[in-house]
């Protein structure tokens, strides 16, 4: 525990004059700049980072798939943190009108009206645009500082060797980013269960799957409160942004603002249906820029049905498995069993094309299992 809170300080020691990503100075990286450590660190390290590295437009996938790789886009580096936030949603609204194509109204994969519709994007993106610059926190210019992150932090990124971190991987998409956008709690600690630390006085009176439950609870609730503690101590700035007053009403329109054309439109217009739900409570004491009708709000909560449904079903198996797929080790048999019962569910279930289709998409379930079997897992 005090080996990842020790990473994360390490991280928070330098902060930089610009948003990007970080290159060598050797480098000929158009639009690079030299990076400028801001925060109060050592002259020495100062003039290290400014002889070694520059720092010059993202390489996010966001700014790059597909046509996006050819377009004349701003993908930084960036002075400030809302031409950020500006820029992607300023990419998205390029690209959709340049290259977008509706499926035919025939598709069965089509979600919503909505979704495929070029329009509804760009009117979506245009009330985006009139908000961002509002979202991210100027009372606090530590908590927007360009900070590069680690923003999956989990077992399989970590080395460890007699009980501390010696190594840490799949730093990839790392960037100089405004930190209040990725400081999280690390997925090794986080816990969204109640916190329990201690056995209820009938412990002893539990039967054993209900101890075993409680115990692994109890053990999560534990961890993340030892972490919360040491983060409170050695890194305040990154309290504040675990603590930050509606923080996920202000972030989680930047965060799914980016392809919502391949990707899904409801995440955003849900952020921004919270947004002006929330606006005074924010401190804004002037009228929300972007307003949704009541038949808007209609339609959403009829397209979120479907939605809904998929994101209780990854809430019910946290724990378990993850959305990229990762599970601990000690959960793989688990994992293994219930995704090869739903395989089960499904083809039962399914007839022609789509069951053709769906065994095809979920094979990967039966190697997976005929692997660990064979004991192949690594």
Same mark, same amino acid.
């Given at each position: ?33 030299? *990076?400028?450590?801001?925060?109060? @660190? ?24 597909? +046509? ?19 820029? %992607? *949603?300023?990419?998205? /609204? ?10 035919? *109204? ?8 909505? /979704?495929?519709? =070029? ?25 927007? *500082? ?31 980013? =405004? ?16 916190? $329990? ?24 609730? $534990? ?28 972030? +989680? ?6 392809? @919502? ?5 409801? =995440?955003?217009? +849900?952020? %921004? $249906? ?6 005074? #409570? ?6 929300? =820029? ?7 709000? /209609?339609?959403?909560? +009829? ?34 069993? %219930?995704?090869?019962? %739903? ?10 094309? #789509? ?6 998409? @979920? ?6 299992? /005929? ?8």
């Amino acid at each position: 525990m005090k080996d990842l809170v020790s990473i994360e300080n390490k991280l928070l020691s330098v902060s930089f004059s610009r948003y990007g990503n970080l290159y060598y100075s050797g480098e000929a990286v158009p639009g690079a700049v030299v *990076a400028e450590v801001v925060n109060d @660190t050592s002259p020495e390290l100062k003039m290290d980072v400014k002889m070694r590295f520059s720092i010059g437009p993202v390489v996010a996938r966001d700014f790059w798939t597909k +046509e996006r790789s050819v377009m004349d886009i701003d993908r930084g580096p960036w002075k400030l943190p809302h031409e950020y936030a500006v820029a %992607l *949603a300023c990419c998205e /609204q390029k690209w959709i009108e340049q290259h977008a194509i509706p499926k035919p *109204a025939t598709d069965q994969f089509i979600t919503s009206t909505a /979704q495929n519709s =070029p329009k509804a994007h760009l009117s979506l993106l245009k009330k985006y645009l009139q908000v961002v610059p509002y979202l991210l926190p100027t009372d606090n210019p530590n908590l927007v *500082a360009s900070t590069i992150w680690h923003t999956d932090l989990h077992a399989g990124n970590l080395f460890v060797d007699k009980g501390h971190i010696t190594s840490v991987i799949d730093w990839q998409e790392a960037w100089a980013g =405004p930190l209040v956008l990725q400081g999280r709690h690390p997925r090794l600690v986080d816990f969204q269960g109640d916190i $329990i630390l201690k056995p209820p006085p009938n412990f002893k009176d539990l039967e054993p799957n209900e101890k075993a439950h409680l115990k692994k609870q109890i053990a999560s609730s $534990i961890i993340l409160y030892l972490y919360e503690q040491q983060t409170a101590k050695l890194n305040p700035n990154l309290n504040r942004v675990l603590r930050l007053k509606l923080g996920r009403v202000r972030c +989680e329109p930047i965060s799914f603002v980016s392809n @919502t054309w391949d990707n899904d439109i409801l =995440p955003l217009r +849900e952020s %921004l $249906i919270n947004v002006e739900r929330h606006w005074h #409570e924010l401190g804004f004491n002037f009228a929300c =820029p972007i307003h949704f009708t009541q038949d808007e709000l /209609q339609r959403h909560a +009829e397209d979120g049905e479907g939605w809904n449904e998929v994101q209780d079903f990854w809430r019910a198996v946290e724990g378990i498995a993850a959305r990229d797929g990762w599970t601990p080790h000690s959960m793989y048999e688990e994992a293994v069993a %219930l995704f090869s019962e %739903l395989r089960e569910i499904g083809l039962k279930n399914m007839i022609g094309k #789509e069951r053709k289709d769906f065994e095809a998409q @979920t094979r990967w379930v039966e190697s997976s299992s /005929q692997g660990h079997n064979d004991g192949n897992v690594e």
